[in-house]
């Protein structure tokens, strides 16, 4: 492919960090904000790059996967990282900034950028030529409409309905027992059985917990199959026991009995180390998912790697879509990048920004797109979005539970501080066997001088 002129539509944390990308591998590149001439229902500010909620961008330790993610941006040189470091404000574990100064330097860097050609309107249907599409959570109607011709109304979804995910390794298994209903398709499903006491505590705790507050935009209108269990436990005591919490067709090898609830969790990832709580997304705190949730028995010391959400939220149906290049599958230089494709967070926005960039910077540049390796923050969750087998896609945040299992046995912060360094090491090895720093690009740190 020939130096065209690359679009990238949404200048978020997946679009800069994209047009960034391409941009210091000598790609022009016209980006296109419709901020603030048009404006989504969150955003408040024209600059690039705005905060939308929280000022932070998660945990920055190690032993933490988003904190490796984030050491992953820096290696690859990442405008975001670079403009989070130097905007930072002080919040213990957390790498939080100062939301305007953050934004205002990301903006800065891109406008001053001599390849980068800022054209503030709204896009309204996909581009023809090489392009990032990365619109984000609240994509513009038009090209919503312009993205269901393109792949299909039943691959793009507006609502996202997450239920809570926890490691295999932290179910207690003298308590909960693998059973599918009926027996129908052996013993897939791990259950968690409660009596009529701890079932009534349980849902007393739901009714009563904190929620997360809804955005006006966000009109609490629930659709068959993704209600919060705090609507239904708020429709009457016993509904849950009577939707995903029924206990038909499971018997408690412990007693030979029938529970009077159950929950049930359903294997996540092909290794099966990660489970999902069938039918439980809720808008419950995080604190009080993990108070609540750990009521259940079987799950009193779960180990949650993802918590539950329900939100206005524009994504498409990645496992069937997108190559682990973050290609459309049948369009090759048409990729997709930022929370639009089931990534969950600022930072992993701006990752899948990067990645769309790096590859489709290859492809001008006629070399072969990359996926980056399972074993790194990036790669696990890229992997994990486009996983084919995937059915019932949910987005997705980074977290360790999505890495290959390290051999041998460990647990603890001695498995998260092995994990976090297996993934720098795979990275720092990715970058120098692809070559994806380019000879004599711009460190982003150039962006600010
Ligand atoms: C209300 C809300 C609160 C959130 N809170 C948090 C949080 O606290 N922490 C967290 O980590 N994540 C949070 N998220 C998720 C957050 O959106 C993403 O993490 C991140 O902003 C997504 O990055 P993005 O680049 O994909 O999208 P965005 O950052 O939203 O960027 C998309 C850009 O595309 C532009 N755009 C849209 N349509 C068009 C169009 N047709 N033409 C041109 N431009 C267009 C938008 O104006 C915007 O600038 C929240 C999301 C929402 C909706």
Not at 26 to 55: D, Q, W
Request: glycine share 8%; aromatic share 6%.
């Amino acid at each position: 492919m020939t130096k065209s002129i690359v679009t990238v539509i949404g200048a978020g944390l997946a679009g800069s960090e994209a047009a960034w990308q391409l941009a210091r591998r000598g790609i022009p590149v016209r980006l296109v904000e419709m901020r603030p001439g048009a404006t989504t229902e969150a955003h408040r500010t024209a600059f690039f790059a705005e905060l939308v909620c929280s000022n932070s961008l998660r945990n920055a330790s190690l032993e933490t996967a988003v904190g490796v993610l984030k050491e992953e941006l820096r290696r690859l040189g990442s405008l975001i990282l670079a403009a989070a470091d130097r905007t930072r404000v002080p919040a213990g574990a957390a790498l939080a900034v100062d939301r305007d100064d953050f934004a205002r330097t990301v903006t800065a860097a891109l406008e001053r950028h001599p390849l980068v050609e800022v054209v503030r309107e709204e896009a309204r249907t996909i581009p023809e030529g090489p392009a990032i599409i990365a619109s984000g959570p609240l994509t513009s109607a038009a090209l919503g409409a312009g993205l269901n011709r393109l792949i299909g109304a039943r691959n793009l979804y507006f609502y996202d309905a997450i239920a809570p995910i926890v490691t295999a390794e932290s179910v207690d298994m003298t308590i909960a027992f693998r059973a599918s209903r009926w027996g129908n398709g052996g013993d897939d499903y791990i259950n968690c059985p409660l009596d009529e006491a701890r079932y009534h505590a349980f849902i007393e705790a739901v009714t009563a917990a904190e929620k997360v507050a809804v955005h006006p935009f966000e009109k609490p209108v629930y659709f068959e199959g993704c209600m919060p269990i705090e609507e239904m436990a708020r429709r009457g005591p016993m509904t849950l026991a009577f939707g995903p919490m029924k206990p038909v067709g499971l018997i408690d090898p412990r007693d030979g009995r029938r529970p009077f609830a159950v929950v049930q969790l359903r294997q996540d990832d092909r290794e099966a180390r990660l489970y999902n709580i069938v039918g439980f997304q809720t808008k419950m705190t995080y604190p009080e998912q993990r108070r609540v949730l750990r009521m259940i028995p079987g799950l009193e010391r779960a180990e949650f790697v993802r918590l539950g959400s329900l939100h206005r939220n524009t994504f498409i149906d990645s496992p069937r879509l997108l190559r682990p290049t973050l290609q459309l599958r049948g369009r090759d230089d048409l990729f997709m990048a930022g929370q639009m494709i089931g990534v969950e967070g600022y930072v992993e926005s701006a990752a899948a920004g990067m990645l769309a960039a790096i590859n489709l910077a290859r492809l001008c540049d006629g070399a072969e797109p990359t996926a980056p390796p399972r074993e790194s923050a990036l790669g696990s969750l890229v992997a994990y979005i486009t996983d084919p087998a995937r059915r019932d896609f949910q987005p997705m945040n980074a977290n360790f539970g999505l890495m290959p299992e390290l051999a041998g046995r460990m647990r603890g912060r001695a498995k998260k501080t092995a994990l976090g360094e297996r993934a720098l090491a795979a990275c720092d090895d990715w970058i120098a066997r692809e070559r994806i720093e380019p000879d004599g690009a711009d460190a982003a740190r150039v962006a600010f001088a």
